[in-house]
């Protein structure tokens, strides 16, 4: 069985310092990890994808997320932080070998960035 | 916007009645899939249809269950609802091409039963 942990309910961050959202996950093969944003009362949003490749992954509004095999971990990164991006911050995996497109999910980091 | 809207918004049901969520897909996205997000948790997976048959399903009773329409469109049915039946309900579609293509989700349907 898969499964994905967001060790941290809350991230708080000053406006232009970099973030960091904590994501390790686990799976009997190789994964798919995507991280995904979800702004009140809005669905999911997806920001990147680890496929294969290059262990830096580059996604939307700036972020980054860099996969660490050995770690097991997915974590999610911007250099310089802005107020929008307050907000609920998903990790999610799929097992390469599962017949699905099911992905699992972590609990979920609120995000907030500090004027 | 990510072209996938859901129906109703918000919806108010009481215990052991049935409720059927809408679901309107991208133009060529064959496989659906539908989440249920409790409240302070993240999503969970319920059961996915590719080109209107069911071909996956997490650890849902029967009492969920879905259709999906050749227009891209799909309905996410519960029967005897249930307290714990409160949440957020998701649906996301993916298209066929690309080795491994993001789902788009849409905004979901608020599901509350009292």
């Known amino acids: 069985a898969q499964s994905v942990a967001q060790p941290e309910d809350q991230v708080n961050v000053a406006e232009g310092n970099p973030l960091t959202v904590k994501c390790t996950y686990s799976v009997s093969g190789n994964p798919y990890l995507f991280w995904y944003v979800q702004y009140p009362n809005r669905g999911l949003q997806f920001l990147l994808k680890y496929i294969t490749g290059d262990n830096l992954v580059k996604g939307s509004y700036g972020f980054e997320a860099e996969f660490n095999k050995s770690q097991t971990s997915f974590h999610l990164k911007k250099p310089s932080a802005l107020v929008s991006d307050s907000a609920l911050y998903f990790c999610a995996v799929r097992d390469r070998g599962a017949g699905s497109y099911q992905l699992t999910f972590g609990k979920g980091t609120k995000l907030s960035v500090i004027p | 916007e990510t072209g996938v809207t859901q129906s109703p918004t918000h919806l108010i049901k009481t215990r052991g009645q049935q409720v059927t969520l809408r679901c309107s897909s991208q133009s060529g996205h064959n496989t659906v899939s539908w989440y249920q997000q409790a409240l302070g948790q993240g999503p969970q997976f319920i059961f996915q249809?590719?080109?209107?048959?069911?071909?996956g399903r997490g650890n849902f009773p029967p009492r969920f269950s879905g259709l999906q329409f050749p227009n891209y469109s799909s309905e996410l049915n519960v029967n005897a609802l249930e307290l714990d039946d409160s949440a957020l309900y998701l649906c996301?579609?993916?298209?066929?091409?690309?080795?491994?293509?993001?789902?788009?989700f849409g905004p979901g349907t608020r599901l509350t039963v009292l």
């Open positions: 996301a579609s993916r298209g066929d091409s690309g080795r491994w293509n993001e789902q788009f």
């Open positions: 249809y590719y080109r209107e048959e069911e071909n």
